[in-house]
């Protein structure tokens, strides 16, 4: 079965330094990954998906299939950042609901 | 608003009851998902319909059901209410049955 894990449930950084949120998945076959957020109040949207490989508001994830990773990295935490992160996986085949992990929130302090 | 809107924002109502949750996609969507998510249960799927058919099924009760309508919007119906069921229902919308889903500002839910 397919599986998302996000190891952290809080990550709390100092503004400037670097961020990684970390997620793990389990799948069978060629996975599509995607980083949703949820900022405080508002609704998810999608942050990034790995097939698209482009980086937005500074965050970049790769994908390793060896570790089956797909860590959410940043260089340098901004507060605006600090949100509600979380990994999804697709169904696989023709069903397309989302897997998500249980979420991580990261928390920017001064 | 072209996004995806759901309708109450909030909801409170007592175990037993039946209540029922609307979704209105974003224009030219025709997929439609609902997702259930809880404190202790995280996000979950619930059904997907496409094109005013069930396409796929998650972790979804018995005392749930839903539909998508001719317009494309969806209703969630949750009967014999217990106070687990409290939590945030979210509705999402995708162009096709497989894509990127655009995620509505979901329904809080209480169960008294």
């Known amino acids: 079965a397919q599986r998302v894990t996000q190891p952290e449930k809080l990550l709390s950084v100092f503004k400037g330094a670097p961020v990684e949120l970390k997620c793990n998945y389990s799948y069978s076959g060629s996975p599509e990954l995607f980083w949703y957020v949820q900022y405080s109040r508002q609704r998810l949207q999608l942050l990034l998906r790995?097939?698209s490989r482009e980086s937005i508001k500074g965050f970049t994830a790769d994908l390793n299939k060896g570790e089956t990773s797909f860590h959410l990295k940043k260089p340098f935490a901004q507060e605006e950042d600090s949100a509600m992160y979380y990994c999804a996986l697709p169904g696989s085949g023709t069903a397309s609901k989302l897997t998500f992990g249980t979420g991580t929130r990261l928390q920017v302090t001064l | 608003d072209s996004g995806v809107t759901q309708t109450p924002k909030h909801l409170i109502t007592a175990t037993g009851q039946r209540v029922t949750l609307r979704c209105s996609p974003r224009s030219g969507d025709l997929s439609v998902y609902w997702y259930q998510q809880s404190l202790d249960q995280g996000l979950q799927f619930l059904i997907q319909y496409y094109n005013g058919e069930e396409r796929a099924k998650g972790n979804i009760l018995e005392r749930f059901s839903a539909q998508q309508f001719p317009d494309l919007h969806s209703e969630l119906n949750l009967s014999s209410l217990e106070l687990g069921d409290s939590a945030l229902y979210f509705c999402?919308?995708?162009?096709?049955?497989?894509?990127?889903?655009?995620f509505g500002p979901g329904t809080r839910l209480t169960v008294l």
């Open positions: 790995h097939i």
């Open positions: 999402a919308s995708s162009v096709r049955v497989m894509g990127e889903q655009f």
